[in-house]
């Protein structure tokens, strides 16, 4: 999980690009994750162009295979600001450690277990799996 602030003229594309280049993405981890979610939380100033930046950026840097779920809320109070939050789950190698600096954050046996509840809820795509939803 990585999260950024950002103000100014290029708000999205540095928050996003700080939160990316993060020392928990780094090795571009994000293209082999099977679910990512991204929370983009901007002011009543933020444009459809922004929440398009990130979303883009996103889109590049993510696995073919990857379910990508999008939020962007409006929050009044961070007008000339964007947030943005990234969270990847769902590593098919097992032996992926996400590491910040030199100290281990999660093990691949943490990543399974926050692969499984984002599993639990993640709507599949496939209408006639959707009958109970």
């Known amino acids: 999980m990585g999260t950024h602030s950002a103000t100014g003229e290029n708000r999205a594309v540095n928050a996003i ?42 889109k590049a840097i993510s696995g073919n295979d990857a379910t990508v779920v999008v939020a962007a809320p409006i929050d009044p109070d961070m007008n000339g600001e964007m947030r943005v939050t990234v969270i990847a789950t ?23 277990d926050y692969q499984n509840l984002l599993d639990d809820l993640i709507v599949p795509n496939d209408s006639s799996e959707n009958e109970d939803y």
């Open 17 to 58: 690009g700080s939160v990316i280049s993060s020392p928990v993405f780094k090795n571009g981890i994000l293209s082999e994750a099977r679910g990512i979610l991204v929370n983009m939380t901007g002011g009543m100033d933020t444009s459809i162009n922004e929440f398009e930046e990130v979303g883009n950026f996103i």
């Open 90 to 112: 769902g590593f098919n190698n097992q032996n992926v450690v996400i590491e910040n600096s030199n100290t281990n954050l999660m093990a691949s046996d943490q990543v399974n």
